[in-house]
């Protein structure tokens, strides 16, 4: 009997929790503005959550010599300039622009790259991440095709050693045979550094 109480008791307060969590969540007691940081327990577990989603799924290895080859490396700085990463992420030399001051957390690649895999990294370019302000970018129109987003994952991978002064000449000057994105009818057609 006294097993029996227990198990009621147990039942009961998990009707309870289960009843307070719906009034909090559906009776609008959640805040999901984003200037309204999380708890710090809420942060830490929503890391954890992506982090182990990302390994699981990232698998796709980098196409080989891919990650130090100099052409690539600069053609990933042009796309990663192109594709708008510098607004949010911000970009060697430039900082990032005002609004993504009010993203929550505000997104500092330099902070992060080293202890990701550029699995994950080309990964995460790829697909996005759900209900937070990363896009997806192999789902854009027309899609960033794999080979481009492999030499944005270069151009991270060495974000760190990249001076201000590469990083603009790589991404101001045209660079002919190494446009590697879906914009690769050259200047004739309106293609060039910086613009679509
Ligand atoms: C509209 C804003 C926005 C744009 C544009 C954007 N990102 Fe992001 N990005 C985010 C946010 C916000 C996160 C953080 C998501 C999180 O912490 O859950 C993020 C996360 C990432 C991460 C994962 C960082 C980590 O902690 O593992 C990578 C890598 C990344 N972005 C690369 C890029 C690249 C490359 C581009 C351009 C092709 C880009 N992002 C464009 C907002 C943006």
């Given at each position: 009997?006294?097993?029996l109480?227990f198990?009621?008791?147990?039942?009961?307060?998990a009707?309870?929790?289960?009843?307070?969590?719906?009034?909090?969540?559906?009776?609008?007691?959640?805040?999901?503005?984003?200037?309204?940081?999380?708890?710090?327990?809420?942060?830490?577990?929503?890391?954890?959550?992506?982090?182990?989603?990302?390994?699981?799924?990232?698998?796709d290895?980098?196409?080989?010599?891919?990650?130090?080859?100099?052409?690539t490396?600069?053609?990933?700085?042009?796309?990663?300039?192109?594709h708008?990463?510098?607004?949010?992420?911000?970009?060697?030399?430039?900082?990032?622009?005002?609004?993504s001051?009010?993203?929550?957390?505000?997104?500092d690649l330099?902070?992060?790259?080293?202890?990701?895999?550029?699995?994950?990294?080309?990964?995460?370019i790829?697909?996005?991440?759900?209900?937070?302000?990363?896009p997806?970018?192999g789902?854009?129109?027309?899609?960033?095709?794999?080979?481009?987003?492999?030499?944005?994952?270069?151009?991270?991978?060495?974000l760190?050693?990249v001076?201000?002064?590469?990083?603009?000449?790589?991404?101001?000057?045209?660079l002919?045979?190494?446009?590697?994105?879906?914009c690769?009818?050259?200047?004739?057609?309106?293609?060039?550094?910086?613009?679509e």
């Amino acid at each position: 009997m006294k097993v029996l109480g227990f198990l009621a008791v147990i039942g009961a307060l998990a009707i309870i929790a289960s009843i307070g969590a719906a009034i909090f969540f559906f009776g609008g007691f959640f805040n999901v503005a984003a200037s309204h940081a999380d708890p710090a327990v809420v942060d830490w577990a929503l890391v954890k959550v992506r982090m182990a989603s990302i390994a699981q799924r990232a698998n796709d290895r980098p196409p080989a010599g891919v990650l130090d080859d100099p052409a690539t490396i600069q053609a990933g700085a042009l796309a990663y300039s192109k594709h708008g990463c510098a607004e949010c992420h911000g970009e060697p030399g430039v900082e990032s622009a005002s609004f993504s001051e009010g993203l929550n957390p505000p997104p500092d690649l330099r902070k992060v790259i080293t202890d990701r895999r550029p699995e994950d990294l080309f990964w995460v370019i790829k697909n996005g991440i759900k209900m937070s302000a990363m896009p997806g970018f192999g789902m854009d129109k027309p899609p960033v095709r794999d080979q481009e987003i492999w030499s944005i994952v270069a151009f991270l991978t060495k974000l760190r050693s990249v001076s201000d002064k590469n990083f603009k000449a790589w991404t101001d000057t045209p660079l002919g045979s190494h446009w590697v994105s879906g914009c690769n009818h050259g200047p004739a057609k309106g293609c060039g550094p910086g613009r679509e």
